[in-house]
């Protein structure tokens, strides 16, 4: 590929740019969203929702912020080197949908989720280690009760390890831009509910046939209560084939879901509220 060299690394501070503005949105929106809906404005109506009782100190929030403002950076410079790659025909990134059709276009998002939650399990592992743990994953464990805004609280080796994914993914398989651009929007859209303090699925959800191989938020808060457990991200999969689910994690699951998350008796007891 012919280019001008000073075009090239003019180009990148822009690509840079770009990449941390669009992960910074995603941070404020969906992070932020969901702490402003979750946290503050039903707080009280979903309580007995709440996976762990004892609310996070306003240290807590200040470090998951900081931390996560370094990790959009970290990932805006994996971004840049991507692109460079990319640029001299080292990645099979493709940008015409047509090339390999819609069909693969959907099943590179899927391949991509299934290959991350694999990347996720054994790195996240690793991670624990004794010899690393304190040095690359203890940021993280900092929050031992996380806010949604621990979904990208990570030590800068780990935001490196995390973002890992991408340059492996581009590597080994043809990937649209736009599969790139979905998959990391779900698997940040995973990532806070994972952190969000609130369990959503019914109860049963962990034992059903059809839902036991998806992790909940309740699998990854006990992950951050009890550190040596739980270690999966999308599904359950590799925990149970590993037998690194925690040992109470279906019993905690139906104490929480016990009270349905619309249940008839909430209903009439905001209609009691509204007409006091």
């Known amino acids: 590929m012919g280019y001008i060299q000073g075009q090239i690394y003019a180009n990148t501070g822009v690509v840079f740019l770009v990449i941390t503005i669009i992960n910074l949105i995603r941070y404020v929106l969906i992070a932020g969203l969901a702490f402003i809906i979750f946290w503050v404005l039903l707080k009280d109506k979903i309580s007995y929702r709440r996976i762990q009782k004892r609310q996070p100190k306003p240290i807590d929030f200040k470090r998951e912020i900081f931390y996560s403002m370094l990790t959009i950076i970290i990932f805006g410079i994996v971004g840049v080197i991507v692109y460079f790659l990319r640029i001299h025909g ?3 990134i493709y940008s015409d949908v047509n090339q390999y059709g819609w069909g693969y276009f959907w099943f590179s998002v899927i391949a991509l989720i299934f290959l991350h939650d ?3 399990y054994w790195t996240h592992r690793l991670m624990h280690h004794p ?4 040095y690359v ?4 464990h900092k929050s031992n009760n996380p806010t949604p805004f621990a979904a990208y609280s990570f030590h800068p080796l780990e935001a490196i390890v995390e973002a890992g ?4 993914a581009v590597f080994i398989m043809p990937v649209h831009n736009g599969a790139l651009f979905i998959f990391i929007t779900f698997s940040f859209i995973m990532n806070v509910l994972g952190h969000v303090g609130y369990e959503f699925y019914f109860k049963g959800f962990t034992k059903n046939p059809f839902t036991w191989w998806n992790n909940t938020s309740t699998h990854h808060n006990m992950h951050h209560q009890y550190v040596n457990w739980n270690f999966g991200l999308y599904f359950n999969f590799w925990d149970r084939l590993m037998g690194t689910n925690h040992p109470k994690y279906h019993e905690t699951f139906e104490e929480i879901t016990k009270i349905p998350l619309i249940s008839v008796r909430n209903q009439k007891a905001e209609i009691l509220k509204l007409s006091e």
């Open 131 to 134: 010899k690393i743990f304190k």
């Open 165 to 168: 994914i991408i340059p492996l």
């Open 118 to 120: 694999t990347y996720f």
């Open 137 to 140: 994953h203890l940021v993280h």
């Open 90 to 92: 080292y990645t099979k």
